[in-house]
């Protein structure tokens, strides 16, 4: 680990989860028009959400994903992660109200680069709405070691 | 063009572009970290961010690729535009103050289902900080007409 209880590529195995989940408010999806500019009708509009196959305002899918920034930044591999790489495929609407749990599973370590390839899906009750994978770099006791050694 | 000015199928071109631009400020990066839960240090505490390589707090990722979000959903293909896919890799950092320009292009166009893929990149000052493409889905005049006179 290191100084901010983030995982060192030392620390990684494959198989290891990471979580971490938050209701998606109006409020939400509001500061997320602004914040993004994505001021789509579907996600504002009530009267034209309900027309169309959504049958009500959603949530932006980006907002969504962004708790699995969230859970690699916060928990696995947690503090001093950098984020190279991130596919996402948007399966089903998140609506206001909507649980949303971002789940990262350790995929592949690649120790000499200190990158790690992890599974990111989120869901709601149970069903996946985002699927894809996330590349990111880590950190390294053995050469933080080695540095303050030499 | 559908009644929201958004582009049909039949109105896209391979090579049509559009895009957006937003000045990223200290106020989005706060609002970022409460609505996604990614409180990172790199993005919030300045004196832990200037001890890293990036030498000082830089934006989320997520939040300059929420642009991506907004020219697909206002400008390109625009209203009535549903987000399928999206890939991400983040060359550069983004840091408060800077403004993003985010660009999408059509690569390829499938008429028969109704679905485009766009090259999107995200740049800064002329250089790309995130590059990768979406894949969205978007209305068809022609079903439109045929539907209306069924």
Chains 1, 2 share one sequence.
């Not at 100084?3 to 209701?23: N, P, R």
């Not at 949303?100 to 899906?121: G, P």
């Amino acid at each position: 680990m290191n100084e901010q209880s983030g995982y060192d590529i030392e620390d990684l195995q494959v198989g290891m989860t990471g979580t971490f989940a938050k209701t998606i408010t109006e409020a939400d999806i509001l500061i997320f028009a602004g914040v993004s500019g994505d001021v789509n009708a579907v996600h504002l509009n009530e009267e034209y959400a309900a027309s169309t196959p959504f049958k009500g305002r959603i949530a932006h899918g980006m907002l969504s994903a962004s708790l699995i920034s969230a859970v690699l930044a916060n928990r696995l591999p947690g503090p001093g992660t950098v984020y190279l790489e991130q596919s996402l495929k948007f399966l089903n609407p998140v609506r206001p109200g909507d649980t949303v749990n971002a789940t990262v599973q350790v995929l592949e370590i690649n120790e000499a680069r200190c990158r790690v390839l992890l599974q990111t899906i989120c869901s709601v009750n149970g069903a996946a709405v985002i699927e894809g994978t996330a590349q990111v770099k880590v950190g390294s006791s053995v050469r933080r070691a080695a540095k303050a050694a030499a």
